[in-house]
């Protein structure tokens, strides 16, 4: 093949691609293309503004990457298949390789670019690409223990190796990438998330099975989920290495990942309905729904979560868990409203993940105990006993000692009450959902 064209969407990467490496061996010149497509700020669950700083960030990495191996990305605006059709007419291409994807809007851009030109597509986003392991009788699995054990069964594979040359078709010469107006709170981007994925290896994952996992004040998880939402870091080559020294409990979570990747490729309509209805009549409460954002409902955790988000475009695991149950079950807010929230704030911000955990957490999903609730005052004892995480986020409650902050109250005159008496709150989600 002499000209091909390969389209990135979020593997901002170089390392164990397998789409850019497939595109290299079989042509002779390479566009590198990346379109900032239109339509995602459209979308249910459109970009935010952080998480498309870091994309800002990733492509100029990547760009920088390509460009050291004879290779250069060519940043186009529009609408991903049209721009993506025009750039291979104007280069003489008639393929396109790209990583497939699992949501909804990433399975009709396919079949679109698909329907117009050669599309080849490869596995490059998760360890182990969605619909691959699959239990007798269905498509996709529902529980998690038995896709973890058949996922673990799947051998990884060998990562792909880098290209040592890209050469761009002739007269090819892409302009700078745009810069973005916004910093991201994280650096985005391939160098800094093998960075950051090799020292958190090297520190951290010895820990994280014995509660490095849970600790929210010790903040020990690898923080690499913006960079895995992008692709700056392969899921393959992480979970090979985490494996290689023993880290079953990390790449237990890389297999969370595709487990929900899994679920909304076989039931996409499950990004906005019920996976399993259960009947709910969600409030209207939107000073409640206001209160939550803001990190003003009175419990330090869920308070310390919510301003977390917001100012760091992240939030720990258990802190989203607690958060969630607080929104869903406490205050009996649709889980759509909250999904909705994380999604304009998260680096991370990911259909399949953000929709899978809500739903989990609603007790719509996945999770086998669905009418679990969490106690956001117990949960503060157990994950936070000294308040060191409530006290970095929330600075009204500083000099309030930690057996204070973890008592329902009033705790300090600028911080408010509870906005809801939590036993009463959980009586009432039980009789809403018609369990006595
Ligand atoms: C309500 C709610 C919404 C969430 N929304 C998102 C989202 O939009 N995007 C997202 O990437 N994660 C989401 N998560 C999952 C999880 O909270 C984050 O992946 C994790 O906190 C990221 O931090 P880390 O990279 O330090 O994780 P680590 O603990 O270091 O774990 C390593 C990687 O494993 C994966 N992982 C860990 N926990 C989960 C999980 N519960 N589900 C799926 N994958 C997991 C992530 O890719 C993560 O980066 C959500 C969880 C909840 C409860």
Redesign the pocket.
């Known amino acids: 093949m002499q000209v091909a064209v390969v389209l990135f969407t979020r593997d901002l990467r170089v390392h164990d691609n397998p789409a850019l490496a497939a595109a290299v061996e079989e042509a002779e010149t390479v566009l590198p293309l990346f379109v900032l497509d239109d339509g995602i700020g459209r979308t249910r669950y459109g970009a935010a503004e952080n998480r498309r700083a870091f994309l800002l960030e990733a492509l100029a990495d990547l760009d920088l990457s390509l460009r050291s191996l004879g290779g250069a990305l060519d940043v186009r605006r529009g609408e991903v298949v049209t721009e993506t059709v025009r750039a291979m007419r104007e280069v003489g291409a008639v393929t396109v390789f790209a990583n497939t994807d699992v949501s909804p809007y990433a399975i009709a851009r396919e079949r679109r670019l698909g329907a117009e030109v050669d599309l080849r597509l490869l596995d490059g986003n998760f360890v182990v690409p969605a619909g691959e392991v699959t239990p007798m009788g269905n498509d996709y699995y529902q529980v998690f223990s038995p896709y973890h054990r058949a996922w673990s069964q799947v051998p990884p594979g060998l990562p792909v190796a880098t290209p040592a040359v890209i050469r761009l078709p002739p007269g090819v010469e892409p302009g700078p990438v745009p810069v973005s107006r916004v910093v991201a709170p994280v650096r985005g981007g391939e160098s800094t998330g093998i960075e950051r994925a090799g020292s958190w290896l090297r520190t951290h994952l010895d820990g994280y099975g014995s509660g490095g ?1 849970d600790a929210l004040a010790a903040d020990t ?5 913006p960079y ?2 992008f692709g700056c870091v392969s899921p393959r080559s992480l979970a090979v290495r985490a494996q290689e020294q023993g880290g079953d409990a ?1 790449v237990r ?2 297999c ?2 595709d487990f ?1 990747a899994q679920i909304l490729f076989a039931r996409p309509g499950t990004q906005v309905d019920d996976m399993r209805p259960r009947g709910d009549r969600w409030l209207d409460d939107p000073e409640g729904l206001a209160a939550w954002k803001e990190g003003m409902t009175g419990y330090p955790l869920v308070d310390a979560g919510m301003r977390q988000l917001r100012q760091e475009g992240w939030m ?2 258990r802190a ?2 607690v958060t ?1 149950s607080f929104l869903v079950k406490d205050l009996g807010i649709d889980w759509r409203e909250g999904a909705r929230h ?2 304009d704030l ?1 680096l ?3 259909v399949a ?2 929709i ?3 739903q989990w ?1 609603a007790g719509t999903g996945v999770d086998t105990r669905p009418n679990r609730i969490y106690n956001p005052t117990a949960q503060l004892r157990k994950l936070d006993p000294e308040g060191g995480y409530v006290r970095r986020y929330v600075p009204e409650l500083a000099d309030v000692p930690a057996r204070a902050i973890a008592e329902p109250g009033l705790l300090a005159p600028s911080y408010p009450g509870p906005i809801v008496d939590h036993s009463l709150a959980v009586e009432a989600f039980r009789r809403r959902r018609g369990l006595g």
């Open positions: 996992h998880t690898s923080r690499l989920s895995l939402h990390f979570q890389l969370w990942r929900y720990h695991n989203r868990m969630a994380f999604f998260l991370d911000g990911d993940q953000n899978g955990n809500w957490v």
